[in-house]
């Protein structure tokens, strides 16, 4: 197997867990005799410092060229006075749409080791296992008329899908329902909003293709709820770009830390991978970050761009054995837990690979 990879590790934390990534990556190529082929590229804030644009057009290039992208992180405070059109997140919001990808993925699971670190209580998150099908081209992110108007004092964006962007992603969502538990929880706000009513709509028109899979419907504040009070009871959740931008970040106290999720965007021409967690500012550069979030994406990469599910097991595997042995990084050391030994974000990733080389040895 062979699959080029561009990485664009971008801001803050963004290069300290790609880096780790990249490295779990080439272990387990050299040991499966697979050739990764890694090309970084800028994006962000330090592409415009850089290159005075969030986007370079080799960056672009190199992507659209590219059999998977791996991005890091953007965005930071010294951008934050910039207007939405100039800032670090509309380099990847113009990678989103130039890829194509509109079915981002993002899964959220209970580990057993963690369930101390979560502060929900163990017998509330046991055994949770949510996949998130998060819209990522459409809605407020995307919709015009979109504009701050300073001189009158107003703003607005626009929240907008057409039926086919929706009959799209729903149409992935319940096809991975049906390999899964064959249940979906389409979250929406239909009891305000017109976009809302049609998504509900189409999404019970697809439905009438998956026979086997139950579909429910949900408010997304009644969601917010009871995601944490009953996350074993969902499946996939699908729901539209910003919605799935909230709820994913809440999903992380189940996990019991942002810095441990994955996500891959599929459906378009490259698919994309990035850690669900941001650039962390505050952490950037102290060897604090958790590596897990973009190890496990990594492992995402070896799935669905690569189609190494054993590989991509291994590395997943081997991330459950580290916390098993009672490594942490600081964000995961938090609750009343003994025995831990923490370790910074490069320790955390030779760990990973001193393990994967065990497991695929032996395997
Ligand atoms: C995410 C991030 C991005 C988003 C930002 C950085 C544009 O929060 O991937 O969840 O809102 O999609
Ligand atoms: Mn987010």
Redesign the pocket.
Known sequence: MHLKIVVTAGDGIGPEVTNEAVAVLKEVASLGGHTLEFDARRIGGVAIVRDGTPLPADTLAAALDSDAVLLG???GNEFNALPPEERP?VG??KLRTALGGFANLRPAFAFKELEVTSPLRPEIIDGTDILFVRELLGGL?FGHPREWNRVAGEAWNTMHYTRDQVARVARIAFKLAQGRRKKLTSVDKANVLEVSQMWRATVNEVAAEFPGVTVEHQYVDAMAMHLMNQPRSYDVVLTENLFG?IL??ESAVITGSLGMLP?ATIGGKVNLY?P?H?SAPDIAGKGLANPLGAILTGALILRHSGGLEAEAAAIEASVRKVLELGFRTTDLARGNQQELTVLSTTEMGAKVRETIKTMLVSA
Do not use: M
């Open positions: 992180a953007v965005g997140e990847l919001l992110y931008d994913s970040d996500s990035e669900v941001g």
